[in-house]
């Protein structure tokens, strides 16, 4: 009878064994690179990862900011680094499928110079405008095709994901509305708020608080849904504008040629931890969702989103030096 009972337990004692002891096990700790400054989203959540390490790999995760080059310094590195898997970087949309075309020279090629390890997490941008602005999408395109050119927007900088939120719409109603580029999205909003300028496109978390608080009206959203948080402001698609559909997403890319059982490893720790209750909670009130894509799904996404954005970066004519 004793023998069967340890028999029974056994396999739940496997399963309740550190994931660290299935497969490639790093020797040392593993840094973890944030191509931005402390404190936003894609700090989170390297650090919401990086924090769940030691339980995966017995190893301690090491974050390390290194910004510069509109995110894709940190990027480079990885992509010249020995493919041990011990050095790994936050990658979102940015910094992987728009720079490419925005820079002469990011010192990689997003299809070749990294190995896609897992997405994370994922935000939607709001289209706002003032309070007394105008109710809906189609009233607010109307006033832009009587006016070209008067109407103006803001956006968190030259070349960053809202300025591309914002060129994609132009680019999908035919449009002509003034691009105000800021440092970051609070002037920007600041100056929507004063009525120096007529709209912007933000991510949702920056915009929230505002529409929230009654200082702003949010007109659609980018996203294939609707969000929790704004569940009676409609998609584009719902407010009969097509094709804008747009997130931005945060993952982690290792360099390339990393062997196949230290990708699996890393991938499979990497979305374990994000799903984890814990986790999924904190990414949620950092501002996003949770939205778990392996490594060949992310591959997958990097190149549709390579073509998307090239063709309204180059349609736009944008360029950052």
């Known amino acids: 009878m004793q023998r069967r ?27 973890v690179l944030v191509p931005y400054t402390p404190g936003a989203i894609n700090d989170l959540l390297a650090r919401f990862i990086a924090e769940g390490m030691q339980a995966q790999f017995g190893q301690q995760g ?47 090629d997003s299809t070749k110079d990294i190995t896609p390890l897992a997405v994370v997490a994922r935000v939607m941008n709001a289209l706002v405008v003032r309070a007394d602005g105008p109710r809906d999408v189609q009233t607010l395109i109307a006033e832009a095709k009587r006016r070209p050119g008067q109407l ?24 002509d509305i003034t691009h105000v580029p800021y440092r970051g999205s609070a002037p920007g909003l600041a100056d929507l708020l004063g009525g120096r300028v007529d709209m ?53 890319v290792a360099p390339p040629r990393l062997p196949d059982a230290i990708r699996n490893r890393l991938s499979q720790a990497i979305m374990r931890i994000a799903e984890t209750p814990e986790t999924s909670e904190r990414i ?37 030096e």
């Open 62 to 108: 090491l974050v390390e900011n290194r910004p510069g080059a509109s995110g894709s310094l940190a990027i480079a590195a990885v992509a010249n680094a020995p493919p041990d898997g011990l050095l790994i970087s936050v990658a979102n949309t940015a910094n992987l499928t728009m720079n490419p075309f925005l820079f002469a020279n990011t010192g990689y």
């Open 152 to 175: 103006s927007y803001a956006s968190s900088g030259a070349g960053s994901s809202p300025h591309l939120a914002a060129e994609l719409l132009k680019h999908r109603t035919q449009t």
């Open 284 to 320: 949620v009130r950092a501002g996003a969702r949770v939205w778990v894509q392996d490594p060949a799904q992310m591959a997958a996404l990097i190149r549709t989103d390579l073509a998307l954005w090239g063709g309204v970066i180059r349609a736009a004519n944008i360029r950052v």
């Open 5 to 31: 009972h340890l028999l029974a337990a056994a396999p739940a004692a496997l399963l309740a064994r550190p994931a660290r002891a299935q497969g490639w096990q790093p020797e040392r700790p593993i840094r």
């Open 200 to 252: 912007a496109i933000d991510n949702l978390p920056n915009t929230l608080p505002h529409v929230q608080g009654g200082r702003l009206r949010a007109l659609a959203v980018t996203g294939s849904e609707r969000d929790p948080t704004m569940p009676d402001v409609p998609t584009f698609a719902e407010a009969g504008i097509a094709d804008v559909v747009v997130y931005v997403w945060f993952g982690f």
